[in-house]
């Protein structure tokens, strides 16, 4: 974040409509963010102030970006996630929680220099479709930090001793900025050390993956997500500063989330109270698709104002799915 005087200049260079001073504002707030070590936000900006930025939401792929050597294919994702805190719906304790690894990480040289670190690595675990990723998103995109997304399947590698060259390959890149290094999908590395099956390969990969995040020390942020924190074992879980549970919602929370994701139309909110047995099982994700299926409904229909009946009919349409899920696992 630029500096408070900064910004006061900048503002009022444009209430005076002064271009040279705005000009002269803008280019100190490029500086100050290269010597914070966003180089990448630093370049954004400069080309904002140029006229030649092209919006970059989604991932971008360039010749330096590590690959698995067997299977060609990328090990990371570069996002700039556009997701906030306004799109998540959390229960208070988990926003404080969030809310603290940003101030911490805004203060990063302050804490640093007085002898304590900043949360550098936190650990986000509970069901699927609770906003484990969505959160990392928002972080990201409340920092202002563009977002090194990793796959771990895509980490592990079926040749010996690949995987470990794939981690460092990961983490030799994210040193070249600041980031959010995401980790999804993290259960595949995380399980237990002592699992028999593949546990020769699964042990060095835990061992390699664990040694990287004590050796790096750049300014960027870890967060690794996973569904299944019982196959993590205790060697992990202290590597973490943070760990931060994403439970399944409320019923208050369900009601949020629907009014959130409804806002562009119309109907009566309050009668999915009705359903709150129905939506027990459901996540989240579950309840933003029960809003798609109204809302696609109503776009077909070609109407802006659902029904109870459209309510109930997504419901039991999401419930049926809810299901077939349980019956999987
Ligand atoms: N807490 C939440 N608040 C708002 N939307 C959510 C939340 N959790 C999940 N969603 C919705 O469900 C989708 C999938 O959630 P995701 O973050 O991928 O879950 P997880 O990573 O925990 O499996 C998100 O993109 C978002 O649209
Ligand atoms: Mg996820």
Redesign the pocket.
């Known amino acids: 974040m630029a500096r408070a005087d900064l910004l006061k200049k900048l503002f009022s260079s444009f209430k005076q409509d002064n271009k040279e001073m705005f000009y002269a504002v803008a280019s100190e707030i490029i500086e100050d963010e290269k010597k914070k070590n966003h180089g990448i936000l630093a370049d954004d900006l400069k080309l904002i102030l140029n006229g030649n930025y092209q919006k970059k939401s989604i991932n971008t792929l360039s010749e330096n970006t590590p690959r698995d050597k067997d299977k060609d294919m990328p090990l990371i994702e570069v996002m700039y996630p556009e997701?906030y805190f306004s799109?998540?719906?959390?229960s208070d304790n988990?926003i404080i929680q969030l809310e603290q690894i940003i101030k911490e990480f805004n203060n990063w040289e302050v804490l640093v220099s007085n002898g304590v670190f900043p949360t550098r690595r936190a650990l986000?675990y509970?069901?699927?479709?609770?906003?484990?990723?969505?959160?990392?998103?928002a972080l990201a995109g409340e920092i202002g930090i563009p977002m090194l997304y990793v796959r771990f399947d895509a980490l592990i590698s079926s040749y010996l001793g690949e995987t470990a060259s794939n981690i460092s390959k990961v983490f030799d890149y994210a040193k070249k900025d600041s980031w959010l290094i995401f980790f999804?999908e993290f259960d595949a590395i995380g399980r237990s050390r002592n699992d028999s099956t593949e546990h020769g390969e699964i042990k060095r990969v835990v061992n390699a993956f664990l040694q990287q995040i004590d050796n790096y020390k750049g300014r960027s942020l870890i967060i690794a997500?996973t569904?299944f924190e019982q196959s993590l074992d205790y060697a992990i879980w202290r590597r973490f500063d943070e760990t931060i549970r994403?439970d399944m919602?409320s019923h208050d929370?369900k009601m949020k989330?629907f009014e959130?994701?409804m806002k562009r139309f119309k109907g009566p909110v309050h009668v999915l109270e009705q359903y709150m047995n129905e939506l027990e099982m459901f996540?989240?994700?579950?309840?933003?698709?029960v809003c798609q299926i109204i809302m696609k409904q109503c776009i077909l229909d070609g109407k802006k104002i659902y029904t109870k009946n459209d309510i109930e009919q997504a419901v039991k349409k999401q419930e049926k799915n809810v299901s077939l899920r349980k019956t999987q696992y």
């Open positions: 997701k799109d998540l719906i959390l988990r986000f509970g069901p699927p479709g609770c906003g484990k990723t969505l959160a990392a998103q999804d997500a569904n994403f919602p929370e989330l959130l994701k996540s989240h994700s579950d309840v933003e698709k």
